[in-house]
């Protein structure tokens, strides 16, 4: 059974509007993080979370914001979508955040797509 | 900034024959390289992870050594086997080390065919 569950799988949006992007880890971990692969692009990361606070954003726009109500949860909500932002959204944890044991544990992933 | 250069795009290999995907990177900082593999419908796992110079990593068959003079982490098995055909990624951290904020490589897709 798939212990980082990301809803949907798949999403299909109009430019404009707002999505969320649900996660949820079972893994029992402390940090969780959200990364994007767009067509022909490495996956990057956009946030970090520990213990349900922002550690790290690498993401320029405010049009992309975390929502951690538990600690288990981290979804992502996105506004005003663009076409641009048509991408495969992952959502992953970690033990802890920082330390050089840690290892990354990644979701399925959600396809958006903006039309 | 990070980056990581990894083997473009379609690697086509016959079962049996050996594998290398060739990962390079470029950082400022400290380093810890890791492979991860994403079979197709799945979540992208940890393959290997390494930090030490010159000291040979190992698991599921897969290998690969850092080489911090040549700033290369590639990735080998001897014998490729039909499935192993998945998307690999050759990613890099900070001098922390975390999983905080990796730096990822644009993937290289393994087929493997009888």
């Known amino acids: 059974d798939p212990k980082i569950i990301q809803k949907p799988k798949y999403l299909v949006a109009v430019t404009g509007s707002e999505k969320i992007l649900i996660c949820e880890q079972y893994l029992g971990h402390n940090a969780m993080y959200w990364y994007r692969q767009s067509a022909k692009k490495p996956l990057e990361f956009m946030f970090s979370?520990?213990?349900?606070?922002?550690?790290d954003n690498q993401t320029a726009s405010s049009r992309f914001q975390p929502q951690s109500s538990k600690k288990n949860h981290l979804d992502l909500q996105i506004t005003a979508l663009k076409p641009d932002d048509s991408a495969t959204y992952f959502c992953?944890?970690?033990?802890?955040?920082?330390?050089?044991?840690?290892?990354?544990?990644f979701g399925a992933g959600t396809r958006l797509s903006v039309l | 900034g990070d980056s990581v250069t990894q083997t473009e795009g379609l690697v086509t290999l016959t079962e049996g024959l050996p594998v290398m995907l060739n990962c390079t990177y470029q950082t400022a900082y400290s380093t810890f390289l890791f492979w991860y593999v994403q079979h197709l419908n799945e979540a992208p796992k940890l393959l290997l992870k390494?930090?030490?110079?010159?000291k040979r990593t190992e698991h599921q068959g897969f290998h690969a050594t850092l080489h911090k003079s040549s700033s290369s982490f590639h990735l080998q098995k001897s014998s490729a086997q039909l499935s192993d055909s998945a998307l690999y990624y050759c990613a890099l951290s900070d001098s922390t080390g975390g999983a905080d904020r990796l730096t990822f490589g644009k993937g290289t897709q393994l087929i493997i065919q009888p």
């Open positions: 992953a944890s970690s033990r802890d955040w920082g330390g050089d044991q840690n290892t990354l544990y």
């Open positions: 390494s930090s030490t110079d010159n």
């Open positions: 979370y520990s213990y349900q606070k922002l550690m």
